[in-house]
């Protein structure tokens, strides 16, 4: 701790800058797949060929990403928040980590439960992490609909917060997790 | 609001920000544009879900229709409903290794289960001699690959894509007055589709056999496969049966509802029953997007090996119950063709199994008393 009272954090750490803007693409893509594959005939198996092992991957990057996250020192919140948006922004990041893990959890437990096969890529495929039953696997797939929803949700919550404090309240936020080097203020 | 000011850029700083001008035009127009773009991205994810194209045919639609034609039956396949289930195995002759790397052409023996099934949505229908009658396999290969097959007894299939299926459906549907489905619409669809006419000649110059053990089953759609050296084959595949045809007579259906079922059982009761499996090898040219389509006489056929079906159970009872016989399903070596049918049936059949499998699950009109007598 006492290193970072000299130099304190303005941005997150690089990694966690990373993991942040690859993640938030590969999820933006799978919201996307998953809403369009449901109403697909044609283009339905090569989706859903691209929506399992791209699932995985989150699942496993949200992983390193977790233990990063509590193993770094975070940059403070700005100035310009009060108590409730900090407890806000502190609700809707642990809702955000919660469904990064659960979601894929969900679509694996799925369809582990209806045993299919859940093919990565090639003859690689997962074991099933659930006892087989349609029952279970019904009630999965819709919870799977409905979390994705609510990940869409949190997620335009989220832009939309951001874009609120880089172009209203102009409070520099934004630079907390950019790519690039942001210098302290 | 000092604080804020510090905390800010020095353009804004400069520019006059919210902190030193009242909140402006400006700021309104920021917040306009905010407001926009999550807009935009919300209507971006919602035609992405088709949520602003209601007329096009989607995997819900089409089993809507599936359960407008035949009604709902809790548990059910939406097609096919009507079955009974059997188990088995595969013994592989090696022969296929020569067009694909699939674990299952490796000589030797891959257990099996399956299920058989006349076409149609309401699963207590009574058996007719003119029924399409279906069989889904499912292999459960060494390595823990799977292929799964879902075929018929028609050597082609009679429409070309999902939308043709789908707008047969729609014209077959009964009348509200008649019950009957209007021989007008039927003869219109025809007009509108030569290929689904020219594949029911076909169909109908293939009399039915007498029963399930002596049907031979057609995969319908093409498939690629790749062997070891990597070259890339069409191939389409059938199961031949070795129990010799009889032509069916029409008088059998009148005595029992289940006369096509019963018949299976009764056979595989008294021994086991078995089909080759054989490929028929496409060459440049032959048309591997189209499942009514014959590929022409005379192409090289492989003999691939020997499925033996010995022991037959009700859906109750069976795992097969479980099973999406979805025909994507399929080991390293056996790839989709270009034929939009795959996807389709694909995207369909995990529609049905979506529904049915939080359903109730229904007495099987084949019963476990059934399978035993």
Not at chain 2, 33 to 50: N, P, R
Not at chain 2, 74 to 98: I, L, M, P
Request: aromatic share 10%; net charge neutral; charged share 15%.
């Amino acid at each position: 701790m006492s290193a970072n009272m000299t130099t304190e954090r303005t941005q997150f750490n690089g990694l966690m800058r990373v993991l942040h803007w690859l993640m938030a693409a590969m999820v933006l893509t799978m919201l996307g797949i998953g809403v369009a594959m449901v109403a697909s005939l044609g283009d339905y198996h090569t989706l859903v060929s691209i929506h399992r092992p791209l699932g995985i991957a989150i699942l496993i990057l949200v992983v390193i990403r977790l233990l990063t996250r509590l193993s770094s020192s975070l940059p403070p919140f700005p100035a310009t928040m009060s108590q409730q948006e900090r407890l806000a922004a502190h609700g809707s990041e642990v809702l955000l980590y919660t469904l990064l893990f659960v979601e894929p959890l969900v679509g694996w437990g799925m369809l582990s439960a209806a045993r299919f096969p859940i093919v990565l890529f090639g003859s690689v495929h997962l074991f099933p992490i659930l006892p087989h039953s349609v029952m279970v696997y019904a009630f999965l797939r819709q919870a799977h609909t409905i979390l994705a929803y609510l990940f869409f949700l949190a997620f335009i919550a989220h832009f939309g917060a951001i874009l609120f404090h880089t172009l209203i309240v102009r409070d520099g936020m934004l630079g907390r997790m950019v790519p690039w080097r942001v210098r302290a203020r | 609001m000092a604080q804020l000011t510090a905390n800010q850029d020095p353009k804004t700083r400069h520019g006059g920000g919210e902190s030193v001008n009242p909140p402006g035009g400006s700021t309104l127009a920021r917040l306009a544009g905010i407001g926009i773009l999550l807009l935009g991205v919300v209507a971006a994810f919602l035609y992405l879900g088709g949520w602003f194209s209601p007329q096009k045919l989607t995997p819900g639609r089409f089993v809507d229709e599936f359960q407008r034609v035949d009604g709902t039956f809790s548990g059910f396949r939406r097609n096919h409903a009507k079955g009974v289930c059997v188990r088995g195995f595969f013994d592989s002759n090696g022969q296929g290794t020569r067009l694909s790397r699939a674990v299952v052409f490796r000589a030797g023996r891959v257990p099996v289960i399956g299920r058989f099934s006349i076409g149609g949505g309401d699963p207590y229908a009574g058996d007719a001699l003119s029924d399409v009658r279906g069989l889904g396999l499912q292999f459960s290969l060494s390595d823990g690959e799977q292929w799964r097959t879902a075929m018929v007894n028609l050597p082609v299939f009679p429409f070309k894509d999902a939308q043709a299926f789908y707008d047969n459906l729609v014209a077959s549907q009964p009348d509200p007055a008649t019950h009957q489905p209007d021989p007008a619409k039927g003869a219109a669809f025809l007009a509108s589709h030569p290929e689904t006419a020219r594949a029911l000649g076909i169909i109908k110059s293939h009399a039915p056999s007498s029963g399930f053990d002596n049907s031979t089953f057609y995969g319908l759609n093409a498939f690629r496969f790749t062997n070891a050296d990597g070259t890339v084959t069409p191939v389409r595949w059938a199961l031949v049966p070795v129990q010799p045809y009889e032509a069916g007579s029409a008088a059998e259906g009148s005595q029992d509802k289940n006369f096509l079922f019963d018949g299976l059982i009764a056979s595989i009761l008294q021994h086991p029953l078995q089909w080759h499996l054989i490929l028929t090898v496409g060459q440049p040219g032959d048309p591997t997007n189209d499942a009514t389509i014959p590929w022409p006489e005379g192409r090289e056929t492989v003999d691939v090996g020997t499925l033996t079906l010995d022991s037959v159970e009700s859906e109750e009872t069976s795992p097969a119950r479980d099973v999406n016989f979805d025909p994507l399903v399929l080991p390293v070596g056996i790839a989709p063709s270009d034929d939009p049918l795959l996807s389709a049936r694909s995207a369909i059949y995990s529609q049905s199994f979506t529904r049915r499998a939080g359903e109730k699950k229904l007495p099987s009109a084949i019963t476990p008393a059934e399978v035993q007598k």
